[in-house]
């Protein structure tokens, strides 16, 4: 797609108008409209199921260009949520947001970089040396100043982890105490894939640092993480917002005011960093693949400087319910997530700025909804209630889930469970789904059961150095002491395919990139088999006598697993009736 003009709102309602109607249709493929502008380029595959076909028009219509990327807080993605907000009333599920209606409401800090003022600079032995900005460092969004300044010495402390059940300390033999933290990301491999998953978390590092005393932040870049993700494309995006919840008093949440400054510095500029310390970046590369790395005081000073613009937004989860048919066991929720938004504009690539998240994250939105719809349709409806919940500014650090998770619109104490639907990367055919995190809880069993009922392998993580079990939304619900499982697009390919590397071809082409978009080649007829596999494993959990709980000592369920006292639910709206009615907010 590369229409980049912006469309007339005019068009939108009637755009929104024929694909919801057309999307109910099970006879036919249908059409998208004319204002979306796709008709013309792609066809329907006419051969395909009823409910591949549904899927199929859910996907062209949230990543049309129409809805500009879906960022949250934005227009494009407004429009995405009232279209979820009327497929979920077209299939029959009640409204489960706010006031009655499908939408939670979700405040946010919005943030955005400002060159003026963003400064790196390193003194030592009187001498200053300026870091380019964009080109070798950007510094973080601050949610809590529009302009802050720090100079201080600085500390290397590796990765920034503390385990100490794994008797590792990365802040071992130095005081952090009004200083600048240096360090790389993720954590060491030699840590099992749970605790290298929440270690890598950049959100425990920063709790981690701001317990110590660091007032400031420069996270640098390294060999592998440049070849995963090069500089040079990130950081031509260093204008695009960030975003942070935002409490009732207005401030942002997780933001970490004491860090005052935080940035990033490319793999190119480590030598830079080091100079005088007597190391080389060749040797910190070396230590940090050998799982060696070592604190160590930095010569002279750093002088970090930001300047943001920061104002207040808001966006919306979209909530949908389908009552349980037992009286006592349908007073609890198992929570059905996918995040709905994506990365909107950015820089354009190949001519094209509109990032339009096909399969990041459109096609898991449609196969929750092709679920939803075989579960409401069932002729034994399930026992517990199930949600349905598309969330916002997954992009933006798990926002809407972690709001929805700690703020649900049902007693929070009623969820029992979360499956979650993200990016899958369905472009062979496969004969497997991967399902992330089934090992934690007694879930397990229950996919197992679902898998062999619908006739699907169950694959192992092929890529668990990417610790995806922390950066999708099960994690908001892991958090909360949720049991939770993450399903994802299979890797066992059919005849010759390699159905890994076109994980990996997609990971390296077209992640988050203007080319994920409907002219991929989605195999619609595997999304329709993960949500015949998604609502299988919704009923079996529904009708299970006991709630899912943690395995004993497993790593999650001991550090967030709810505990007795936990019991008592927050403030939350009451449970919407068995009836869709109501209009979309």
Not at 37 to 66: K, N, Q
Not at 419 to 444: A, K
Not at 522 to 542: E, F, S, T
């Amino acid at each position: 797609m590369r229409q980049h003009h912006r469309v007339r709102t005019c068009l939108t309602l009637a755009a929104l108008t024929v694909a919801i109607a057309a999307c109910q249709r099970q006879d036919a493929p249908p059409a998208a409209p004319k204002a979306a502008a796709t008709a013309a380029a792609d066809t329907f595959d006419a051969s395909a199921g009823a409910d591949a076909r549904r899927i199929e028009a859910d996907v062209r219509f949230l990543a049309d260009d129409l809805l500009e990327g879906r960022e949250a807080g934005t227009r494009g993605y407004d429009l995405a949520a009232r279209y979820v907000a009327e497929r979920f009333r077209a299939i029959g599920l009640a409204p489960a947001g706010d006031d009655g209606g499908y939408l939670q409401r979700v405040p946010l800090l919005r943030a955005v970089r400002v060159a003026d003022g963003a400064r790196l600079a390193i003194t030592r032995d009187g001498t200053t040396t300026e870091l380019r900005f964009k080109e070798q460092f950007l510094p973080s969004l601050n949610f809590n100043a529009a302009s802050a300044t720090v100079t201080a010495p600085a500390v290397f402390v590796g990765q920034g982890v503390h385990a100490p059940e794994l008797k590792h300390d990365d802040f071992a033999g130095v005081d952090l105490r009004g200083k600048i933290a240096v360090l790389f990301g993720g954590a060491p491999e030699r840590f099992d894939n749970d605790r290298r998953a929440f270690y890598s978390s950049g959100r425990q590092k920063m709790q981690a640092l701001a317990e110590r005393g660091a007032i400031g932040v420069l996270y640098l870049g390294n060999p592998e993480d440049e070849k995963r993700s090069p500089w040079a494309q990130g950081a031509e995006n260093w204008q695009r917002p960030g975003m942070r919840l935002r409490g009732d008093d207005g401030k942002g949440l997780d933001t970490w005011p004491q860090l005052q400054v935080a940035a990033s510095a490319n793999a190119d500029s480590v030598e830079a960093v080091l100079g005088g310390s007597g190391r080389t970046a060749a040797a910190l590369f070396a230590a940090l693949k050998s799982g060696t790395l070592q604190a160590f005081d930095l010569p002279g000073t750093l002088t970090l400087a930001a300047t943001t613009r920061i104002e207040n937004a808001e966006s919306h989860n979209v909530v949908a319910r389908l009552a349980g048919a037992d009286d006592a066991l349908g007073k609890e929720h198992i929570a059905y997530s996918a995040h709905l938004d994506h990365v909107g504009i950015g820089a354009p690539v190949d001519g094209d700025a509109i990032y339009n998240g096909a399969l990041d994250n459109a096609l898991g939105v449609a196969v929750m909804l092709e679920a939803a719809q075989q579960l409401a349709r069932a002729e034994s409806r399930p026992k517990r209630s199930l949600l349905f919940v598309a969330v916002t500014a997954e992009e933006k650090g798990l926002l809407g889930s972690d709001w929805f998770a700690q703020r649900p619109t049902v007693p929070r104490d009623s969820l029992v469970a979360n499956v979650n639907l993200d990016m899958p990367v369905l472009l062979t055919p496969t004969t497997d789904v991967v399902p992330i995190g089934i090992e934690h809880s007694t879930l397990q069993p229950l996919v197992a059961q679902a898998a062999k009922d619908i006739g699907v392998q169950l694959s192992p993580d092929p890529f668990p150095e990417e610790v995806v079990f922390v950066r999708s939304d099960q994690f908001s619900f892991i958090r909360a002491g949720i049991p939770a499982v993450y399903l994802d697009g299979g890797v066992v390919g059919t005849g010759s395919v390699d159905g890994k590397a076109a994980f990996e071809d997609f990971l390296r082409g077209h992640y988050h990139r203007p080319s994920d978009e409907t002219s991929l080649p989605i195999q619609y007829a595997d999304a329709a088999r993960l949500a015949r596999l998604n609502a299988r494993i919704g009923q079996l959990i529904a009708d299970a006598k006991d709630r899912p709980a943690w395995n004993p000592g497993d790593f999650f369920g001991e550090r967030y697993g709810r505990k007795p006292a936990d019991a008592a639910p927050t403030p939350a709206v009451a449970p919407a009736g068995d009836a869709a009615a109501g209009a979309a907010r």
